[in-house]
């Protein structure tokens, strides 16, 4: 069985209505980094306060009515690259010994570092992931561009989101090519033909954005994506934002009462 593609779906849920679909994208994008700015800064430990965190991001998972199946697809598939470096905490020098085999030891100090640092990539994730899903990404952008983030970042991304949808198409033409040529066979040749596909790939994708390139320069572009006309905001923006400080706040107070 070929790779898939199936996690890379983008704001497939922009367009429903809810609270959080009614926030301007600049306000979207403020309470995303400022829940993930809180989650990350949180000392190890501190199991109180993700957990007030923890329910609030599963409130805005029922608010916004994501697609959960492709939700945890991403989840998944960005965990698999996670994994690495959370499986690399688990081997601390400090701490009371728990298990331990030749050289290799798993201490309490270990754990506690590899459940804190798994939470905080969950929770930051999960907010991320529902802010893409949710918001499309020309709103997104113009969010960005709207809060002056600097214009050769916001430039980078929307080359980074055409050059995903050239990819993606290319990948699904040379898939369904295969797939009409009857490929089978043993999982060795299986693979040799899946790298042969992924070097032709890479040539094709490059020569492709290339002649997409040209033609954004031939319609107009100057390296910044046109602003649209966004809702500037009003009362539930404010109330989106204090309510996040608050929670930020109340989860980090916790543990200083």
């Known amino acids: 069985m070929l790779l898939h593609v199936n996690a890379f779906h983008l704001d497939i849920d922009s367009k429903q209505f809810s609270f959080?679909?009614?926030?301007?994208?600049?306000?979207?994008?403020?309470?995303?980094?400022?829940?993930?700015?809180?989650?990350?800064?949180?000392?190890?430990?501190?199991?109180?306060?993700?957990?007030?965190?923890?329910?609030?991001?599963?409130?805005?998972?029922?608010?916004?009515?994501?697609?959960?199946?492709?939700l945890f697809k991403r989840l998944a598939v960005e965990f698999a690259?996670?994994?690495?470096?959370?499986?690399?905490?688990?081997?601390?020098?400090?701490?009371?010994?728990?298990?331990?085999?030749?050289?290799?030891?798993?201490t309490s100090k270990g754990l506690n570092v590899l459940g804190s640092v798994t939470i905080k990539a969950l929770l930051s994730l999960l907010m991320l992931n529902m802010l893409t899903l949710t918001t499309s990404v020309p709103a997104l952008l113009n969010g960005l561009?709207?809060?002056?983030?600097?214009?050769?970042?916001?430039?980078?991304?929307?080359?980074?989101?055409?050059?995903?949808?050239?990819?993606?198409?290319?990948?699904n033409a040379m898939r369904r090519a295969a797939a009409s040529r009857n490929l089978a066979g043993n999982s060795s040749w299986q693979r040799q033909v899946i790298g042969n596909m992924i070097g032709a790939l890479f040539i094709r994708t490059y020569e492709?954005?290339?002649?997409?390139?040209?033609?954004?320069?031939?319609?107009?572009?100057q390296g910044v994506p046109p602003v649209f006309d966004l809702p500037a905001g009003g009362k539930r923006d404010i109330v989106a934002l204090t309510f996040t400080i608050i929670l930020a706040l109340l989860g980090q107070a916790i543990y200083i009462i």
């Open 81 to 106: 690259f996670v994994a690495v470096i959370l499986f690399s905490t688990l081997f601390h020098s400090s701490g009371e010994i728990v298990w331990s085999w030749g050289i290799i030891q798993i």
């Open 208 to 221: 492709r954005g290339d002649r997409v390139y040209q033609a954004m320069l031939a319609r107009g572009y």
């Open 20 to 70: 959080w679909h009614s926030l301007a994208p600049k306000t979207r994008v403020l309470c995303t980094l400022l829940s993930v700015f809180a989650i990350a800064l949180t000392p190890n430990g501190r199991w109180w306060t993700w957990a007030i965190y923890g329910i609030g991001v599963l409130c805005l998972v029922l608010i916004t009515k994501v697609t959960l199946p492709v």
């Open 145 to 171: 561009i709207a809060l002056k983030t600097p214009p050769l970042l916001v430039a980078i991304l929307a080359s980074m989101y055409r050059y995903i949808n050239v990819l993606m198409g290319e990948f």
